[in-house]
């Protein structure tokens, strides 16, 4: 196949999460003499001036049809009613659309799972071959056995951002021959921000670099930090926050129901805490580089057990370790690149922060593992080609 292969890639988010970052760096490292390729997004934001920068097109349609699992079958039935009875509907125009513009296309890529139905409903209606990324470990429901299923039955390869997604793919029944596992790819961008004179290397600073989420454990920060208190150590450490702190609607009404008192982000929980100036809060930031070159050290103590997402591998690339919980993880080596604990112990973090507060240059020496290790696995210029090979070869079968 001597042509460019062409290929449209939907995204559900605009630079404000892990999954739309990714995808940008996947889409940087591509030869342009090889690809033509467009971006369609759910969402605007931030990283559409990224894409500006290297001359990429980059459309916007809020109407872009998005629905995943989630672990409780309850919610499950909700968010489905809402799906089918509200958002496929008012969808109808950009399907409509969408079906014309795949014409011009050799590929369309969905950049998350949650985009499923979208590529069952496309299977049938279009002739480019469809690929989807799996981002997530879906929780084994009822629901997302059977859209792991819908996924098999859809598309005619699948991206997978680690071994585990791979695993748990297939623990849910999924089947397909044609895949690829393609680490998250990262390098620094030229965003600044200006909010970081509130950071001060008199304390041992820790970064939590991503949106609140009760899966992802956000909340286990005021366990820590209590912890820490209570050895000794609350005025040496802080917490640097990065991210949307609002609370889901969810947790606001149960806050309110136990307390009987409105509290719609974490922010807002901790303000309240005596624990309160162990923490600095910085809304969403654009450039996360630019913010890990003032901590010391990266933490995620998530409920998903899932180590390995982006505010992991962009801690490692520069050069900060990083403290999470889960069996295992691709980037996370004890004692090489941070420290791994099987389940979520604030004594045993807490402690182990106090071991480096002592103690820097113990960091120090894991510095240039955390780079090397990162440059190894998710390089982009490495991974890109990887992913544009993917493609042709799947291309190549067809023809």
């Known amino acids: 196949m001597n042509d460019k292969i062409r290929i449209l890639f939907i995204d559900i988010e605009g630079g404000t999460g892990g999954s739309s970052k990714s995808l940008y760096e996947l889409i940087r490292g591509f030869d342009d003499n090889e690809i033509n390729l467009e971006v369609y997004s759910k969402k605007n934001g931030p990283i559409i001036n990224l894409y500006k920068k290297i001359n990429i097109e980059y459309n916007v349609n809020k109407l872009i049809p998005k629905i995943t699992s989630v672990k409780k079958n309850s919610r499950n039935i909700l968010i489905y009613l809402k799906f089918f009875l509200y958002d496929w509907l008012i969808s109808y125009g950009f399907r409509k659309q969408l079906i014309q513009d795949l014409n011009y296309f050799d590929v369309v890529h969905l950049n998350h799972e949650s985009l499923f139905f979208l590529a069952s409903w496309l299977k049938k209606k279009v002739k480019c071959k469809i690929t989807l990324h799996i981002r997530t470990n879906l929780y084994k429901t009822i629901f997302s056995i059977w859209q792991t299923k819908i996924i098999s039955k859809s598309c005619n390869g699948i991206i997978f951002i680690t071994e585990n997604e791979k695993n748990n793919f297939y623990k849910l029944g999924g089947n397909i021959e044609n895949y690829k596992i393609i680490y998250n790819s990262v390098s620094a961008n030229s965003f600044k921000i200006d909010n970081l004179s509130h950071i001060s290397n008199k304390f041992f600073n820790v970064a939590s670099v991503s949106n609140f989420s009760y899966l992802r454990g956000t909340d286990r920060l005021i366990n820590i930090a209590n912890e820490l208190t209570l050895l000794g150590y609350g005025d040496k450490v802080r917490f640097i926050v990065a991210g949307n702190m ?50 010391d050290l990266t933490i995620k103590p998530t409920r998903d057990n899932n180590p390995w997402g982006r505010d992991i591998i962009e801690s490692l690339y520069m050069g900060v370790p990083v403290i999470s919980n889960g069996s295992k993880s691709p980037f996370i080596i004890n004692n090489i690149t941070g420290n791994l604990y099987y389940s979520f112990d604030s004594h045993k973090i807490a402690k182990q922060i106090i071991k480096y507060t002592e103690d820097k240059s113990l960091l120090e020496v894991m510095n240039s593992k955390c780079k090397n290790l990162i440059n190894q696995k998710c390089n982009p210029t490495i991974n890109s080609q990887i992913a544009l090979e993917f493609w042709k070869n799947m291309l190549l079968k067809r023809s």
Not at 249 to 260: A, D, Q, R, T
Request: charged share 15%; no cysteine.
């Open 246 to 295: 609002n609370l889901p609607f969810s947790m606001i009404f149960l806050n309110f129901f136990l307390k009987f008192k409105v509290q719609n982000s974490f922010k807002n929980i901790v303000s309240n805490l005596k624990i309160k100036n162990m923490f600095i809060f910085l809304g969403h930031i654009n450039n996360v580089s630019e913010l890990l070159k003032h901590v």
